[in-house]
């Protein structure tokens, strides 16, 4: 046991307020998020489950990351287990080994995770000896199916209503052998257990999916009716986070909107808001305790009573942080609570290129509006803009690319022409990023495009954007963009790929020994009719739905 990594998580927790300190409780479960201490302690859905699973009082909950690099390096050196952070216990000590998962790539993280705690990384092999092994979040929404046969329960949807329910299986049948457990929380709505379900493959496509056990055809998203009985805010504050300086409350859950290419209104479906009474009080508490409130939501200014509730912010001597703003929901009061709160640039997201592009994804907004936007924040003496646009859209031409260009140059203008008479220099961040198609969107059915075509659209504009002034461009990384395609879009045959790819330090080359296509699985067209890997999970607006709006949309 290395007492150099029990003194640095000791240290840790002395910096952090919050945490729950709690002893004995029948069953013990380590929530793991496969990522950095910093990026699962800046998440806000990862301290929702934390602060749900301490709450029931037979329960105790702690915590468990990938460690840094200094600290991968000591766990080899010393030859100790993956620990937990409260009691530095060996994580395979525990009842449950809980993964909280909001991003596909960590997909990639968690192999590691059970190579440093010891445990076989898939549900096959794993004894009676070895946790219980679930995981949820945002990613698993989507698709659980590339990790699938690594876990024996996942949870489909929302943690409120399904957690007290699961727990209480849990302590019911403490004793009980797996296959008896597994039978029956495949019966609770919302559990997915994968190991009850034969997939078939031909070519890249599922041929057969066949449920066996007693396990239904389709496992039903489950989503929370009162959000106002579960508030979801910061329950821990830790220094060493992105959001360390702010204490973040839940607006909302979902988007009313509805882009076709966005998962956060569909997988989140139906849009919910909390009370304004209920986020006064919340907002109240933050001020008290970190000053700056953020304010966090896929739709934030669709928030009814945003005005009055920032506002009430500012009385009470707090700021306002928002995590996003639409471009047709800004208004000049909005914009002096941004500047009151200290903001100095503003992120707006056109997201198409192009008028015909906005049309086609469902974005609803005019260049008109995003000038006029524009204008507004520039008016209030705000003259850093951050823009967010999307290349690589079905039907995309070189035409939609220069059409963003102008708008780009018209608003530079703008901000050119009223930093000269302020004085003072204001600049304009371009957010480029690939298309990539999710599960339970409208274009989970197209491509991703490819690398070389990107390559070349992304070359077009930073040649335009190098001879502008006051502009400069960000590119996600195109590589990494069609990884999290391949994640994003994989079926149960990933598994395998990514065990190898942890034992063998590349993606790439695990992808070539096992005859996986990344690049066919990011970039085919997957025909209407096609059953897809996801399909077995309902709930949401619908497979209809999304059908109709892919017709709608290239019609």
């Not at 409260?86 to 968690?110: G, K, N």
């Not at 997915?192 to 890249?204: A, C, D, K």
């Not at 220099?425 to 690398?451: R, Y």
Request: charged share 30%; glycine share 8%; proline share 5%.
């Amino acid at each position: 046991m290395s007492w150099k990594i029990i003194e640095s998580y000791r240290k840790r927790l002395a910096a952090e307020s919050g945490a729950y300190a709690k002893r004995g409780g029948r069953l013990s479960v380590c929530l793991v998020y496969p990522n950095r201490y910093r990026t699962a302690m800046s998440n806000l859905g990862f301290q929702t489950v934390y602060a749900l699973f301490n709450e029931h009082p037979e329960v105790i909950c702690e915590r468990a990351f990938l460690p840094d690099d200094d600290e991968l390096a000591e766990y080899r050196k010393a030859g100790t287990p993956l620990l937990s952070l409260e009691s530095q216990r060996p994580v395979a000590d525990f009842d449950l080994l809980a993964f909280s998962v909001s991003f596909e790539s960590d997909y990639l993280h968690i192999p590691a995770i059970f190579d440093l705690a010891g445990i076989p990384p898939f549900a096959a092999d794993r004894e009676s000896r070895h946790p219980l092994v679930m995981a949820g979040g945002a990613a698993l929404f989507l698709n659980p199916e590339p990790v699938a046969e690594l876990m024996d329960l996942v949870v489909v949807g929302e943690a409120e209503p399904l957690l007290p329910e699961l727990l209480a299986l849990l302590l019911e049948t403490a004793g009980s052998d797996r296959r008896s457990l597994l039978e029956r929380a495949c019966r609770l709505s919302g559990l997915y257990v994968p190991s009850f379900y034969r997939v078939l493959y031909e070519g890249p496509a599922v041929a057969k999916r066949e449920e066996t056990g007693g396990a239904p055809p389709t496992v039903e998203r489950r989503w929370e009716r009162a959000l106002d009985e579960h508030p979801t805010r910061t329950v821990i504050a830790a220094p060493d986070t992105e959001f360390s300086d702010m204490h973040l409350v839940e607006l909302s859950r979902g988007c009313p909107r509805g882009c076709r290419f966005c998962a956060a209104g569909f997988i989140y479906w139906p849009y919910r808001q909390r009370s304004l009474e209920v986020m006064k009080e919340e907002a109240e508490e933050g001020v008290l305790r970190k000053e700056k409130v953020g304010l966090v939501g896929a739709a934030v200014s669709d928030y009814r009573g945003i005005g009055e509730l920032s506002r009430h912010i500012l009385e009470k001597g707090g700021r306002v942080s928002v995590s996003s703003l639409r471009i047709d929901g800004l208004d000049d009061e909005m914009i002096e609570v941004l500047k009151a709160s200290g903001h100095k640039t503003v992120a707006l997201a056109p997201e198409g290129g192009s008028q015909r592009l906005r049309d086609l994804i469902g974005k609803n907004i005019r260049e008109e509006q995003i000038l006029a936007a524009c204008d507004r924040l520039i008016g209030h003496d705000i003259l850093n803009l951050k823009l967010y646009f999307i290349i690589g859209l079905p039907t995309e031409t070189p035409a939609d690319l220069e059409e963003m260009i102008r708008l780009v140059n018209k608003i530079r203008e703008r901000v050119v022409e009223a930093a000269r008479a302020n004085r003072r220099l204001g600049e304009i961040v371009l957010s480029v990023n690939p298309f990539i198609p999710k599960p339970f969107t409208p274009f989970q059915w197209c491509g991703m495009e490819d690398l070389k075509s990107l390559e070349k659209k992304v070359r077009l504009l930073q040649k335009a954007v190098a001879g502008l002034s006051n502009v400069r461009m960000q590119v996600e990384s195109l590589r990494e963009a069609q990884l999290q395609a391949f994640l994003s879009r994989g079926d149960r045959r990933l598994a395998r790929w990514l065990v190898l790819s942890h034992q063998n330090g590349s993606w790439k080359r695990a992808a070539k020994e096992i005859g996986l296509d990344v690049t066919q699985f990011a970039e085919r067209t997957i025909p209407l009719e096609e059953i897809l890997p996801w399909g077995f999970i309902a709930g949401g607006a619908g497979m209809e739905h999304l059908r109709r709006e892919y017709e709608k949309a290239f019609s």
